[in-house]
C-alpha cells in the first residue's frame, strides 16, 4: 500500500472529524460530493454529515466565521482554495485571529489549510507561497510540511493547538510523494529534522524545497561533496538550534524557500545563524528564492523561476568552493 | 424565503409608548453612557486618557435597546459608538475605565485600548479596527452554538453605515443569510464616515434595501426616539429568536460628536445639525420622561447623581491601579508557549 501527500492531509481530517466533535471543515467547495479542487476532503461530507461545509467566495467571511465559531469552543479548519487567494483573508488572518490572544487573553484555534506553491502552468495567481508573510504576523504558528508523515501528523497537531495555525501544504508534493504508511506521531511542532546527514554544507529549506534540495544533494555526492539538508517543518516557530547544530558540523550554509526574495524566511535563518554562529561559518550563508517577479505561467520560465534540483545544485558549488 | 425590506411606520405616528417600566430602565443606561462619556472627554482633554477617546453622543438610544434585549447565551458584537449597549448587556463600568485609563487590572491590560474592549468568554466579542469584520466572527459564533446544541441564542452585531461599505460587511451579511444564523444586524446611519458625509459613501435610495439582496429581512428606525429604538430592534431580537431570516436594522441619527474628540467636526453644516435626525435622543427621551410624568424631577436628579457617582468611582478606582510595565510585560503573543519563537 502506498500513500500519498493528499491521501495523508484528506486522512488526517478524516481523523479528526472521527475522534473530535468539535472540528469542522469550511471552505470552497470542500462539500458535497465534490470534495475539494484537489479533493482534499473527498467522501468526507457524506461521512460527517453537516461537518464538511460548502462556503461562498468570501475568503474574509470564511476566516472571520471559523474565528467566532473557535471562540465558542469549536476547532474549525478552513481549507482555502489556493494560498493566494488566503490575501483576501489577511485582515482577519493577520489583525483579528492573530492578536485576538494578546488582546483578550482568549486562544483562538482555527487552522487554516493553504494549497501553497507552484506547479507547472498555475501561473501568478495559483502558485504562490504565503509562509512569509504569515510568520511576519505576531500570534501564528507556520507549518510547512515536506514529507507524507509530517502532512498527516502535523494537521493533526495543528487542529489540536490552542492557537492559530497556517498549515501550508504544498500541491506540487499533493501526488508526487508518497509512503508506505501513516505514522501515529511525529516529530513535536517547533522541532526541526535534519532529512540527510553531511560535513560539507548544510542546506536548510522545507516543504517542496526540501524535496529539491535532497535531490541537489543526490547530486552534488556525486561530485563528492557531502550535504547535510535540515527540514524547518515549521518556519514559525523556527528551530535555529538544529540549524546552527548543523552549521557547526559544516561550516556552510545555502537557504532555500520558494517565496519571493525579499526578506521572509530564508533572510530570517541567514539573520539568527549570521547573529549566533558567526563563528561558525566558513563562508559567507548563501539563499536561494524564487525570483523577483510574479510567478509566470509557461512551464519554460516557472522552471527556472522558483528554485529547483539543478539551480540549487549550482548555487552549492558555489559556494562549496568558496 | 421571505425576503422583503419592510419599513416600519415612522415612529411619531406610534401613539403607544413601550412599557414604561423598560423605557425608563433604557433611558438609566443611556444616561449612565452619557455621563461616563463626558467624563471620559474632559479627562481626555485634561491630558489624561493617551490614543483617544470615541464617544456615542446621539446614538445612545439605539445602541442601549441593541444591548437591552440580549439574554444569557446570546452573542453581542458592539462597535465604537457602544456603550450604552454595553452596559445594557453586562459590561462594568471598570472595563471601560479600566481600559481607557490602561490599568494592568482591565480586560484588555493596556494592550489595547478605548473602545477596542471585549469580553469574548461572556459573549462580548472584542471589535478590531477594521470595520465589518466582525459581522462573520458573530456568524461563527452562532454557528457554534448551533453545532454544540444550544437552544434559545441570537446574535447581535452594531455597524455603523460607514462600516456597511466594506467588503467584509458584505461577506459577513451574505454568509449570515446563507447559514441562516439567528442574526440582528443594527446598522446605525449617522450620515458621517469620520468626515465624509452620506453622499460620498453609498449611492443606494435607502440603505435597508440591501437587506432583500442579502436574504435578510430589514426595517428602518429613527434613532432619535428611544421608544421607536426599543420598539423595532426588540422585534427584530424576537423574529430572530422565532428562527426568522437574519435581520436588518437601519437606524437614522446623527453622531453628536466628532469621530474622536480630537476632531471638532467642523465639516458638519449647521443645515444638517438642524435635521429631525440630528435630535439627541437622549433629551428626547427625557421629554417623554417629563411629558408623561414617568418620573418626578427630584427622581430624575437622584439618577443623575447615581451615574455621576458610578462613574465617579470606577473612574477612581482605575486611576489608582498600576498601569502595565514593559519589563515585567509577557511578551508571548500565542498561548501554547513552547511554541513562542524564540528571538533571543
Partial sequence: ?322 | MLQTAQRTAKSKTKKTAPPHERFLEAFRWMLLARTLEEKLVSLYRGGLITGGVYIGKGQEAVSVACGLFLQKGDIFAPLIRDQAGRSAFGEPLLDVTRTYLGSRQGPMRGRDGNIHRGHPRKNELAMISHLGAMISVTVGALMAKRFKGDKDFIGLACIGEGGMQTGSFHEGMNIAAVEQVPLVVVATNNHYAYSTPNDREFACHDLVDRAIGYGFEGYSLDGTDLTACLDVIGSAVKRARAGRPPQLVVASVLRLSGHGEHDDASYVPDEVKRQPFARDCLKVAEKTIVDLNLLGAETLAQWRKDAAAQVDEAIATAQKEAPPEGDKEDWCAISTRDLADSFE
Avoid at chain 1, 16 to 31: E, K, S, T
Avoid at chain 1, 218 to 231: M, Q
Avoid at chain 1, 280 to 290: C, E, S, T, V, Y
Wanted: aromatic content about 8%; glycine content about 8%; hydrophobic content about 40%.
Fill in chain 1, 1 to 322: 500500500m502506498s500513500i500519498t501527500y493528499l491521501e495523508a492531509i484528506r486522512e488526517a481530517q478524516a481523523k479528526l472529524l472521527r475522534d473530535d466533535d468539535r472540528v469542522f471543515i469550511y471552505g470552497q467547495d470542500v462539500g458535497g460530493t465534490f470534495g475539494g479542487a484537489f479533493k482534499a476532503t473527498k467522501g468526507l461530507a457524506k461521512e460527517f454529515p453537516g461537518r464538511v461545509l460548502n462556503t461562498p467566495i468570501s475568503e474574509d467571511a470564511i476566516v472571520g466565521t471559523a474565528i467566532g465559531a473557535a471562540i465558542q469552543g469549536m476547532r474549525p479548519i478552513i481549507e482555502m482554495q489556493f494560498a493566494d487567494f488566503s490575501s483576501l483573508a489577511l485582515n482577519q488572518i493577520l489583525n483579528n485571529v492573530g492578536t485576538h490572544y494578546w488582546r483578550t487573553n482568549v486562544p483562538v484555534p482555527i487552522t487554516v489549510r493553504l494549497p501553497s506553491g507552484g506547479t507547472k502552468g498555475s501561473g501568478p495567481f495559483h502558485s504562490q507561497s504565503m509562509e512569509s508573510i504569515y510568520a511576519h504576523y505576531p500570534g501564528l504558528i507556520v507549518m510547512t510540511p515536506a514529507t507524507v508523515e509530517d502532512a498527516y501528523t502535523m494537521l493533526i497537531e495543528a487542529v489540536a493547538i490552542d492557537d492559530p495555525v497556517i498549515y501550508c501544504e504544498h500541491k506540487y508534493l499533493y501526488y508526487h510523494l508518497k509512503a508506505d504508511k501513516l505514522p501515529d506521531k511525529g516529530l513535536p511542532t517547533g522541532r526541526a529534522r535534519v532529512a540527510r546527514e553531511g560535513r560539507d554544507l548544510t542546506i536548510v529549506s522545507y516543504s517542496a524545497m526540501m524535496q529539491e534540495s535532497l535531490a541537489a544533494a543526490d547530486e552534488l555526492a556525486r561530485e563528492g561533496f557531502e550535504t547535510e539538508v535540515v527540514d524547518l517543518r515549521s518556519v514559525k516557530p523556527l528551530d535555529i538550534d538544529t540549524v546552527l547544530a548543523s552549521v557547526a558540523r559544516t561550516g556552510r550554509l545555502l537557504c532555500v524557500g520558494e517565496s519571493f526574495p525579499w526578506g521572509g524566511t530564508t533572510a530570517e535563518v541567514i539573520a539568527r545563524v549570521a547573529s549566533a554562529g558567526f563563528h561558525l561559518l566558513d563562508a559567507g550563508p548563501q539563499r536561494l528564492n524564487a525570483k523577483d517577479t510574479p510567478i509566470p505561467y509557461h512551464p519554460n520560465l516557472w522552471s527556472v523561476h522558483r528554485p529547483n534540483a539543478k539551480n540549487i545544485t549550482a548555487k552549492a558549488r558555489a559556494l562549496l568552493r568558496e
